[in-house]
């Protein structure tokens, strides 16, 4: 399987940036890299995706590595919302959009 | 985004007795749609992926016959655990795949807690 890793937790202090780094050096040409959240007890959230250049939303920002073997989320203002459990994720086109969730970062956003 | 409901939130059952799980997107048609299963601390797993109008797809390991999936519309798919036991006791999650903008996304519903005893 697609495999992606990333750091098992990270704190932030509120109000500063939270860069998440995520290492994929098994992603092949035409796979995406989609970044989703999951807030404790809920569904995960969709944040932001790319294939590589970089992408910007009103949530976040995505910088991918022109060998496209790492990317960063940035969430450039963290607040203690933000406290989650971040996932990096290939999106499986070939296998009818399957998403294989890994472990994923646990971000505390202190204040 | 898109949003996609569940039903219900959190159901409790006895021990034998088959519990239905219900997925919706409420704003767009999904032909396909996914079920995950999460644990306390743990990451979600995929348990299959629903297809409106055809069988479900089983990850290995995962029991088709306790584990019913049904996709009858383009807005709803309903997962059915049947002859629940303790050990099924979990967090249910279904996606919604929206193919509707050039890049596809799946999006999330909120989850169903589900407690045997």
């Known amino acids: 399987d697609a495999k992606t890793t990333q750091p098992t937790s990270m704190d932030c202090a509120e109000g500063r940036a939270a860069n998440l780094p995520c290492n994929h050096s098994?992603?092949?040409?035409?796979?995406?890299v989609y970044w989703y959240r999951q807030i404790h007890s809920q569904g995960p959230q969709y944040i932001i995706h790319?294939?590589?250049n970089n992408e910007t939303n009103e949530m976040a920002s995505l910088i991918i590595t022109e060998d496209r073997k790492s990317s960063t989320l940035i969430l450039p203002h963290a607040t203690l919302r933000d406290t989650a459990v971040y996932y990096c994720?290939?999106?499986?086109?070939?296998?009818?959009?399957?998403?294989?969730f890994g472990q994923g970062t646990e971000l505390s956003v202190k204040p | 985004g898109a949003v996609v409901s569940q039903h219900p939130s959190w159901v409790i059952c006895k021990s034998g007795t088959s519990v239905k799980i219900e997925c919706r997107s409420l704003?767009?048609?999904?032909?396909?749609m996914f079920w995950y299963r999460q644990f306390p601390k743990q990451s979600l797993m995929l348990m299959a992926t629903?297809?409106?109008?055809?069988?479900?797809?089983?990850e290995q390991g995962v029991e088709k016959d306790k584990f019913l999936i049904n996709h009858a519309s383009l807005t709803l798919s309903t997962l059915t655990v049947t002859s629940a036991h303790p050990e099924d006791s979990s967090f249910y999650i279904c996606?919604?795949?929206?193919?509707?903008?050039?890049?596809?996304?799946?999006?999330f519903g909120p989850g169903t807690r589900l407690l045997v005893l």
């Open positions: 996606s919604a795949r929206d193919t509707r903008l050039h890049q596809e996304t799946q999006y």
């Open positions: 098994t992603i092949s040409g035409n796979e995406y």
């Open positions: 790319g294939l590589k």
């Open positions: 994720i290939f999106y499986l086109y070939n296998q009818g959009g399957k998403l294989i």
């Open positions: 704003d767009f048609q999904a032909t396909t």
């Open positions: 629903s297809n409106e109008g055809s069988k479900a797809t089983y």
